[in-house]
């Protein structure tokens, strides 16, 4: 019983290559297409699509990976030495955590990509699979030892890439991050390596060309949850600039292209609390850690992450908790470095320039305040429920600024 799904796509694929019609790519599966008076083969069942999307490195719908994940369980209680199966459960289970944005299923990822590597240590599936779990913990270090060892062994194979461009970007190492795009254009086009491209300009600060990007994979992609994935990252980018309606567009059709993509829908709770829709919104709204807690602890964690990745995103975090323990000069050259382009930072974030304008009031910095406080709500009025209000109150106790005074200061 076990072996039957291993032997229908071995059965499949030789159908595939026997076939002398034509084929398409469905999902990254090779699809026949009748032709001559052939008969098509069976479509791809929602594991194996599931399956084909976790070996490419691209989302994959949830039933699918479901299928996937209790197949190979199943598998495995006969033939526990099959290392390519481990990773294949190992691959899924990250996907599952990712797609449900739970962490618990880490543990259980790990322990199939591990005992993958004892049984083949050289497993390169598995490698990759390690690089993408600990992107997604925010281990970036971690994640790019396991993706250049991965590259070492096959450098030629471009699903290592992505998350060794997504470990050195969680690193600040912009430049590594540039040359690393590169050599994944190079070995592959497609719908995946455009997505890619957009989260490296987006950090770049080249909002247009990361929506560019974005839309381009959006129309390319096979599957209904890959093409989900990228509107719900086109949506996240609107809602950055402040475009609500766009915002809105996207994430309705990644939930209606893929009724699972829970990043969606709380990206619909964001914009209905910004129109003012709060009973619809609350539910999936989430504030950031940074504001909750005891901020001593905060500081403590982000230093040790800051030593670790020094990215735009931990130097906001970082500047935000200094800010709330009371360390405002330690902390504005962490928000300055998060929102400046030439310090490595620059994205255009309402929420990362509302965080420098209060660091810079509280330093009684009062014309960088204001500049920033009015940024923020320029980029994005509705940045956040909570601080966007409280933007315009500081700025409302600011006042215009003095003609006495002279040009404001920095």
């Known amino acids: 019983m076990d072996d039957k799904p291993h032997a ?8 595939l290559l026997a076939s002398a019609g034509g084929t398409v790519v469905l999902g990254g599966v090779l699809v026949t297409l009748p032709w001559g008076g052939q008969a098509a083969p069976p479509a791809p069942t929602p594991q194996e699509r599931a399956l084909a ?15 996937l994940a209790a197949e190979r369980e199943r598998h495995l209680r ?59 913990r925010r281990d970036h270090a971690a994640a790019r030892a396991w993706g250049e060892a991965a590259r070492k062994l096959e450098p030629e194979r471009w699903t290592t890439y992505p998350p060794l461009i ?9 430049e590594e991050t540039g040359r690393l795009l590169e050599k994944l254009a190079k070995l592959r086009s497609g719908p995946e390596v455009m997505a890619r491209a957009a989260a490296v300009y987006r950090d770049r600060g080249w909002r247009e060309d990361a929506a560019a990007k974005l839309a381009d994979a959006a129309s390319a992609a096979g599957e209904p949850a890959e093409r989900a994935a990228y509107l719900e990252r086109a949506g996240q980018l609107a809602w950055e600039r402040g475009d609500r309606q ?13 009724p699972d993509q829970r990043a969606a829908q709380a990206g619909q709770g964001r914009v209905l609390a910004a129109l003012g829709r ?10 950031a850690l940074a504001d909750h807690g005891d901020s001593e602890a905060a500081v403590r964690r982000l230093r040790a992450e800051w030593r670790r990745q020094p990215s735009t995103e931990v130097a906001d975090a970082l500047g935000w908790a200094l800010h709330r323990a009371g360390e405002h000069e330690e902390a504005l050259p962490f928000a300055v470095r998060a929102t400046e382009g030439t310090e490595g930072g620059g994205v255009r974030s309402g929420l990362f320039a509302y965080h420098r304008g ?25 940045f956040s429920p909570l601080h966007a209000p409280r933007a315009k109150e500081a700025l409302a106790r600011l006042g215009e600024p003095s003609v006495q005074a002279g040009p404001e200061s920095s």
């Open 278 to 287: 709060t009973t619809e919104a609350l539910s999936a709204y989430r504030t």
């Open 358 to 382: 209060m660091i810079e009031l509280s330093l009684e910095r009062y014309g960088a305040a204001r500049r920033h406080l009015t940024e923020a709500l320029r980029i994005n009025p509705w």
């Open 8 to 15: 229908r796509r071995r059965r499949y694929r030789r159908a």
């Open 53 to 67: 999307a976790v070996t490419s490195g691209v989302p994959a719908a949830l039933p699918g990976l479901d299928a």
């Open 78 to 136: 006969t033939h526990p030495r099959d290392a390519r199966a481990w990773a294949e459960l190992g691959a899924a289970r990250v996907e599952q955590g990712l797609r449900l944005a739970d962490p618990r299923y880490w543990p259980r990822a790990e322990n199939a990509l591990r005992t993958a590597l004892k049984v083949r240590k050289d497993d390169v599936p598995a490698l990759r699979a390690m690089a993408v779990l600990a992107n997604a």
């Open 166 to 174: 997504e470990a050195s970007a969680g690193l600040g190492d912009d």
């Open 246 to 258: 766009d915002a809105l567009r996207h994430f309705q059709e990644a939930v209606r292209t893929d």
